[in-house]
């Protein structure tokens, strides 16, 4: 089955910008989604398509695909951006694959 | 922009049923997921049903137990979940997809309910 990897857990100081790695295999292929999830919240969308920005996410927020990594950037970080980041994909062999997420800490 | 409430979560014995209701607003366009998260753990993708109703995909994990349908008279998309087990306790989603979903979940999830919980105990 299809894997993609992220971090548990990435650490930046307020006003620096924060990056935040998804890999996985055949990623040319593949178009990547990511979510921010605030405790005791529902999941957001904040970047489709690899680096997509729905129209209410601040400029902030950008992703890109290399083709083996995927990254949500986040620039000038806030404390209100803490909180988990989970990447998607949709594999044909394996439907939706979430990655395991990764714990924004700012410092 | 869609609006989505979820409803029907609660506790139930193993081997049990549950219905869960979605209420959206504006969603006859468009595809609609249900997605779960148990507790202190990540996503997990659950069924995706057509705009118009005729096409159903779910996964693995949940196909044969579950079951997803919509009516768009009265705009609300249900999830019925027979043969619970306690790895289904979660927090259950609905979602919606940017387009029709006519193919399945090769989308991203554009708009998201708050949430209701499932609790499986005895």
């Known amino acids: 089955s299809y894997v993609l990897t992220q971090p548990p857990s990435v650490s930046v100081a307020p006003g620096q910008t924060a990056r935040i790695p998804c890999g996985g295999n055949?990623?040319?292929?593949?178009?990547v989604h990511w979510y921010q999830q605030k405790p005791g919240q529902a999941p957001v969308l904040v970047v489709y398509?690899?680096?997509g920005r729905p129209s209410r996410i601040p400029e902030r927020f950008s992703g890109s695909n290399s083709g083996t990594t995927a990254t949500l950037t986040i620039s000038g970080v806030e404390a209100g951006d803490e909180a988990d980041y989970y990447c998607?994909?949709?594999?044909?062999?394996?439907?939706?694959?979430f990655g395991g997420g990764t714990k924004l800490t700012v410092l | 922009q869609v609006h989505l409430v979820e409803s029907g979560g609660g506790v139930v014995q193993p081997g049990r049923s549950l219905r869960l209701s979605c209420a959206a607003s504006?969603?006859?366009?468009?595809?609609i997921h249900w997605v779960r998260q148990a507790p202190g753990k990540g996503l997990d993708w659950v069924a995706v049903?057509?705009?118009?109703?005729?096409?159903?995909y779910y996964a693995q994990s949940v196909k044969g137990r579950f079951s997803i349908s919509r009516d768009n008279s009265k705009s609300t998309v249900y999830l019925e979940m027979n043969s619970l087990r306690p790895e289904d306790t979660a927090v259950y989603y609905c979602?919606?997809?940017?387009?029709?979903?006519?193919?399945?979940?090769?989308?991203?999830?554009?708009?998201w309910g708050q949430g209701t919980l499932v609790t499986v105990s005895s």
């Open positions: 979602a919606s997809d940017p387009g029709i979903a006519a193919a399945g979940p090769t989308e991203y999830f554009q708009h």
């Open positions: 398509d690899d680096s």
């Open positions: 055949n990623f040319e292929t593949k178009r």
């Open positions: 504006g969603f006859s366009a468009y595809g």
């Open positions: 998607h994909v949709w594999d044909s062999s394996s439907d939706v694959v």
């Open positions: 049903i057509s705009h118009d109703g005729r096409n159903t």
